[in-house]
């Protein structure tokens, strides 16, 4: 091995490994080794779920015999980790929930099958928020994810297993989700680059479901580039995939030597506002300063139905949630309770059973708002906010290039601050569900760190499509500080 020694080799981008596996300095059979080995010493964090060694090492030897026969590719034998809310066939499919404890899919969702093609080994699943519900991971049925920063903080949410296994460097990568800010929040808290592109670019299929038209695909890495990279293999027409986006195949690692130099970057006034921490505001605007320092011009624009967002996404996500969820009734996969009396108390008994808090409120709230009488009063209603929201940015983007500001309002807050108030933990996706609604591609890159040295976020958005310009500058950014090289004591 070229680099120094396994912490080293730890703590590699997919960048760096791919380089190193492409010289055979290093194996992805050593590589997979060297990860496993690194998960069961921090099992601690909660982070993964199911890990099976003999799987993992079949894989990386098939990726070891793939290039040995000649093949080449930037990813393969790259390790990563799936979040556990897309289905595998040789990993358990929870989606952190007691409702599918043990499942076993008969398929792999489109992104595995499609990084799995690309030669990246399967490490396991990461912990999630149940049904990817929730922002800070305390809603799992196996446990919190701890975040490797602050073991007392939350790693957010609901990718929190995803985001802690690669700020940890347990994993290099990990698949992620985003519905309301599930990827860009948890990549701020946790100090890593977390991207969501464009709604409909990657395959929803085989994703289990939470809200259909706000479920994306998306990555936790170290750096932009190697989202970059990444992201190439995962984004695709899917035919089985009726939300999935037809467009010709993208390489996302086209703009990332693209200087930023008259880059136009809006800055909305409203994600500046009351609520916002100081410490949060502080390294956010050091960050638009560096991009001011390389020529970039930021642009102040307005978002005035952003803040319509909290509202709008909490009728729309749980409303599809109810449809969605419907699913889960103990009749065909899935907990069943171990008595009832007739079919309509087993359903009613192995949902009560099989559900966590979390999902039953949204399931609530939904089924509440599809209901007679309401419809028009809510549901209707909100969609048409959605789409006043979506204008606005389609507007913005006639302006400035990308949009900036920060992703959460603080850093990650302690475990069980917000727990009880779920007002509270919905109000902690504020900045990051305006671009959900609108189905924007947009990310989170570390920008410097706040109270008790918890990390912070700079949030970037870009119009539809637009990933490989984001990428870019992103990629700029981080070629000009080291916050994404940054890595918590004793990993």
């Not at 307005?302 to 419907?326: D, K, Q």
């Not at 699913?327 to 099989?354: K, N, P």
């Amino acid at each position: 091995m070229s680099v120094d020694g396994s912490t080293g080799l730890a703590r590699a981008s997919v960048a760096e490994l791919a380089r190193l596996l492409a010289a055979k300095e290093v194996s992805a059979v050593d590589l997979a080794t060297l990860f496993l080995g690194r998960i069961d010493a921090h099992r601690d964090l909660n982070a993964f779920l199911d890990v099976r060694p003999e799987a993992t090492l079949a894989q990386a030897r098939d990726a070891d015999r793939r290039r040995a026969a000649g093949e080449t590719g930037p990813l393969l034998g790259v390790p990563l980790a799936h979040k556990d809310i897309f289905v595998t066939r040789d990993w358990a499919s929870t989606a952190a929930s007691r409702m599918l404890k043990g499942y076993m899919s008969p398929f792999d969702a489109t992104v595995v099958e499609q990084l799995a093609a690309a030669g990246m080994v399967c490490l396991g699943k990461v912990n999630c928020d149940e049904f990817a519900m929730g922002s800070s991971n305390e809603n799992s049925a196996y446990g919190p994810v701890l975040n490797p920063w602050d073991k007392g903080a939350v790693p957010g949410g609901s990718s929190g297993g995803s985001s802690a296994a690669v700020a940890a460097r347990i994993a290099p990568v990990a698949t992620a989700t985003d519905t309301g800010g599930s990827i860009r929040e948890p990549a701020a808290f946790t100090g890593i680059t977390g991207t969501k592109p464009t709604y409909g670019r990657p395959s929803r299929w085989g994703m289990i479901a939470f809200a259909s038209s706000l479920d994306t695909a998306g990555l936790m890495t170290v750096s932009a580039e190697d989202a970059a990279i990444v992201l190439s293999a995962m984004m695709g027409f899917d035919p089985r995939d009726s939300t999935s986006v037809d467009r010709p195949p993208e390489d996302c690692t086209r703009d990332l030597q693209r200087p930023v130099k008259g880059l136009r970057i809006g800055v909305p006034k409203e994600f500046f506002g009351p609520g916002l921490s100081p410490d949060v505001e502080q390294s956010v605007r050091a960050a638009l300063d560096v991009y001011r320092g390389l020529g970039a011009e930021l642009v102040e624009i307005s978002l005035p139905n952003a803040a319509l967002g909290i509202p709008v996404y909490y009728v729309v996500a749980p409303a599809e949630c109810s449809s969605n969820l419907s699913r889960f009734d103990g009749v065909r996969y899935g907990h069943r309770a171990s008595e009832y009396r007739d079919l309509e108390d087993m359903i009613s008994r192995s949902r009560a059973e099989g559900l966590g808090p979390e999902p039953k409120r949204r399931i609530l709230i939904g089924t509440y708002v599809l209901s007679h009488g309401y419809y028009d009063a809510y549901y209707l209603k909100a969609q048409q906010v959605r789409r006043l929201i979506a204008d606005e940015f389609r507007r913005a983007f006639e302006t400035c290039d990308v949009i900036a500001g920060p992703v959460t309002s603080t850093v990650a807050f302690g475990f069980g601050e917000k727990a009880a108030d779920p007002v509270s933990m919905y109000l902690a996706d504020l900045y990051t569900v305006p671009g959900s609604l609108a189905g924007i591609p947009s990310m989170s890159i570390p920008c410097g760190f706040g109270d008790k040295g918890r990390p912070v976020g700079l949030q970037l958005m870009a119009d539809y499509f637009q990933e490989a310009r984001m990428l870019g500058a992103a990629h700029q950014y981080q070629l000009a500080t080291d916050w994404h090289r940054q890595v918590p004591a004793g990993f």
